[in-house]
């Protein structure tokens, strides 16, 4: 995920952004684990639940409610976090749509400033099939060049720029993703399929998602030739990174 060897990346901290407390399973698990195996610290954030949008089987239930649901998703957000080793926040913006406010992306921003993570993921900027998920990448973005400086420096507390890339949507080819990093997920990808297990609020994506970094893994085998890789997952990075040598 970083340019950086094992050894600098040890104190590394990653900030996965997502627009409903489930998104980061799907689409970052894998890497969260690897990260956190590798001696990093991995937060998780999610804007909103999904309680409006994500969650149709837990509504299917007589008697649901609103704050049920998002007390539900919580539970099971916080418990695949764990297995990844990863600390899970919310933020309960409300989702479907999710709005972009000036104060959520100032929360947004401190929680960088305070956390200082040295690679940031979430969303690409396109989703014809998802209105969060686009909103969700612009108030990351926001808050991430607030963040580094993007302004007066001594007027505010800031953090150094971190890496930023945008990890797989659902349909990559419908919204812009060009993947040019692959995380080897193989040595985890136990960790993610606990994880996804979890969102049992949406079981139907576990199956597609395992069967995406099968392919990802057929992908990341075809770019190294390494034969033991068999399970992978996709990011794009927005920014360039910086090494000593190619």
Not at 5 to 30: C, E, I, M, T
Not at 107 to 128: G, I, N, Q, S, Y
Request: overall charge negative.
């Amino acid at each position: 995920m970083t340019s950086d060897s094992p050894s600098d990346r040890s104190a590394g901290r990653l900030l996965v952004v997502g627009a409903h407390s489930a998104d980061f399973v799907w689409r970052a698990a894998g890497a969260v684990a690897t990260f956190v195996k590798a001696g990093g610290e991995a937060k998780v954030v999610a804007l909103t639940y999904g309680e409006r949008g994500e969650s149709g089987v837990l509504w299917q239930e007589e008697g649901q409610t609103e704050e049920n649901v998002k007390r539900i998703r919580h539970q099971e957000a916080e418990k695949a976090s764990q297995h990844l080793g990863a600390s899970f926040e919310a933020f309960d913006l409300g989702d479907y749509p999710l709005v972009n406010d000036h104060s959520d992306i100032e929360r947004l921003a401190d929680l960088m400033r305070e956390f200082a993570p040295t690679v940031v993921l979430t969303h690409p900027d396109k989703d014809p099939f998802n209105p969060d998920h686009p909103v969700a990448y612009e108030m990351v973005q926001k808050a991430r060049l607030m963040t580094s400086g993007a302004g007066v420096e001594s007027g505010f507390k800031t953090a150094p720029p971190s890496e930023f890339l945008v990890f797989e949507p659902h349909q990559p080819e419908l919204c812009g993703f060009m993947p040019s990093v692959f995380v080897d997920i193989t040595a985890v990808f136990e960790q993610k399929k606990a994880a996804m297990a979890e969102m049992k609020a949406q079981v139907y994506l576990q199956s597609y998602y395992a069967e995406r970094a099968e392919h990802r893994g057929n992908h990341a085998r075809k770019v190294t030739g390494n034969k033991e890789i068999r399970q992978a997952e996709a990011f794009m990075r927005l920014v360039p990174n910086v090494v000593d040598s190619l």
